[in-house]
Structure formats: C-alpha cells, structure tokens
C-alpha cells in the first residue's frame, strides 16, 4: 500500500493535539508529527493574513486518505483547511510497512 506523507495547518496546540490524537487512535495516520511556531502568509478572501499555526506532517496511506480528509473537515476550524498528500517515493522499507500495518482495520 503506498505510504502518503499529509501536511496539514492548524491555529493551535489545542487544535493540533485533538486532530492527531483523533487520527491515530482511529487508525487513519500511523504517526502525526506537530511542527509549532510556524507563521502562515496567505490570501484570504481577498485580504493578505499572517497567522501562527502549527504544521502537522501525518504518516498515512492511500487507501485511508479519503477518510483522513473527512476527519480533518469535521475537526478543524477553519473554512478551508490545508490538506496536501505527497506520496512516499521510497524510504526505509520497514517503516512504510509499519505505517500500513498502523493504518489498517484491526477489527
């Protein structure tokens, strides 16, 4: 299963915590990595915004992509949240196996 790395913004630690701890304990990212103090220029309906969020780098796969956007969308405050996915073009083997073995339906 390919292994997708997600980059997604949020406004706070507090934001940030529900989000990852939600994702991993439903088994939709094996792992989401909190990167604070990140400042956010952007445009916004129709006026430039500079914002402090937090970035999280979320380890996940291509077949529970879908339901991690879904997630994210209820979880997250803001209108129009930053979902981009990357797919892994390779890596430590062992790893990308681990993330698919963590994102998958134990039921």
Known sequence: MPVLLVQCSVPDA???DAVAQALVGERLAACVQRL???????????????????????????????ALIA????????????VIAVEASGGFAPYLD????????HD
């Open 36 to 66: 604070p103090g990140v400042q956010s220029t952007y445009r916004w309906q129709g006026r430039v915004e500079r914002n402090d969020e937090v970035v999280l780098l979320i380890k996940t796969t291509t077949q529970r992509l879908a």
């Open 98 to 105: 681990w993330v698919d073995e963590q994102t998958r339906d």
């Open 14 to 16: 507090d934001t940030a």
């Open 71 to 82: 997630r994210v969308q209820a979880l997250h405050p803001y209108e129009l949240p930053e």
